[in-house]
T-cell receptor, first 113, second 111 residues
Framework: NAGVTQTPKFRILKIGQSMTLQCTQD?????MYWYRQDPGMGLKLIYY???????DKGEVPNGYNVSRSTTEDFPLRLELAAPSQTSVYFC????????????FGNGTRLTVT | SQELEQSPQSLIVQEGKNLTINCTSS?????LYWYKQKYGEGLIFLMM?????EEKSHEKITAKLDEKKQQSSLHITASQPSHAGIYLC???????????FGKGTHLIIQP
C-alpha cells in the first residue's frame, strides 16, 4: 500500500530558485493538505484542497502556490525561494477530516541557502 | 483561532515506567486525533476520539477525551524504547481545513 508519496525527500535550494514538491495519493481521497513543520512550532497549514480543481489558503500560504488537476496529485510550488522557507514539508490526505484521520507522507526536507 | 497546548514539551522516562501527555484546547473540542512521529519521518496515526468521555486503547497506549475540560490525555503503560518519538495532538475543528496541531511532546525512553 503506497498511501501518500512525497518527492523529493531532501532538497537544497539557493535563494531565488524555484521548485515543485510532488505529492500523490492512491486512496481516492478528496481532501489533501500541505503542512510545514518547523522546530518547536508544530505543523502549520499552507494550502488545502477539497477536490480536483478546488484549492484554498491555509494559515501560512505566502510564497507558495498549489494546483489540483487530478484527485491523486497535489503539487506545492515554491517561487523565489527564501531562507524562511527552510522547513520540513508534509503532504496529507483524508476521506473526511472531521471523522477520519489524515494520512501523511514521509516529508520533504528543504533547505534554502 | 483555536490553539492546542501540549504538556510537557519534552519528557525523559526510564524504560518500564508509565507516563502521561496532555493536550489542552483553547476552544471546544469537536474531536481529537493523536499522532506519533519518529525523528525524520512522517506522522503515524494512533487514535481518534470523537465524543466527550471517550477512551480508546491500543497495545500499551490509552487516550481519553474530557470535553468539559477541553482536554485530552495520552497515557503509556510500561514504556519501551519503541515508544520514543514526538507525540502530536490535532483537532479537526469541524471544517475542511484539516487539523490544528499542538507543538508536540518529545518523548525519550532511557534504558
Amino acid at each position: 500500500n503506497a498511501g501518500v508519496t512525497q518527492t523529493p525527500k531532501f532538497r537544497i535550494l539557493k535563494i531565488g530558485q524555484s521548485m515543485t514538491l510532488q505529492c500523490t495519493q492512491d486512496m481516492n481521497h478528496n481532501y489533501m493538505y500541505w503542512y510545514r513543520q518547523d522546530p518547536g512550532m508544530g505543523l502549520k497549514l499552507i494550502y488545502y484542497s477539497v477536490g480536483a480543481g478546488i484549492t484554498d489558503k491555509g494559515e501560512v500560504p505566502n510564497g507558495y502556490n498549489v494546483s489540483r488537476s487530478t484527485t491523486e496529485d497535489f503539487p506545492l510550488r515554491l517561487e523565489l525561494a527564501a531562507p524562511s522557507q527552510t522547513s520540513v514539508y508534509f503532504c496529507a490526505s483524508s476521506y473526511r477530516p472531521e471523522s477520519s484521520p489524515l494520512h501523511f507522507g514521509n516529508g520533504t526536507r528543504l533547505t534554502v541557502t | 483561532s483555536q490553539e492546542l497546548e501540549q504538556s510537557p514539551q519534552s519528557l525523559i522516562v526510564q524504560e518500564g515506567k508509565n507516563l502521561t501527555i496532555n493536550c489542552t484546547s483553547s476552544k471546544t473540542l469537536y474531536g481529537l486525533y493523536w499522532y506519533k512521529q519518529k525523528y525524520g519521518e512522517g506522522l503515524i496515526f494512533l487514535m481518534m476520539l470523537q465524543k466527550g468521555g471517550e477512551e480508546k486503547s491500543h497495545e500499551k497506549i490509552t487516550a481519553k477525551l474530557d470535553e468539559k475540560k477541553q482536554q485530552s490525555s495520552l497515557h503509556i503503560t510500561a514504556s519501551q524504547p519503541s515508544h520514543a518519538g514526538i507525540y502530536l495532538c490535532g483537532n479537526p475543528g469541524g471544517g475542511a481545513d484539516g487539523l490544528t496541531f499542538g507543538k508536540g511532546t518529545h518523548l525519550i525512553i532511557q534504558p
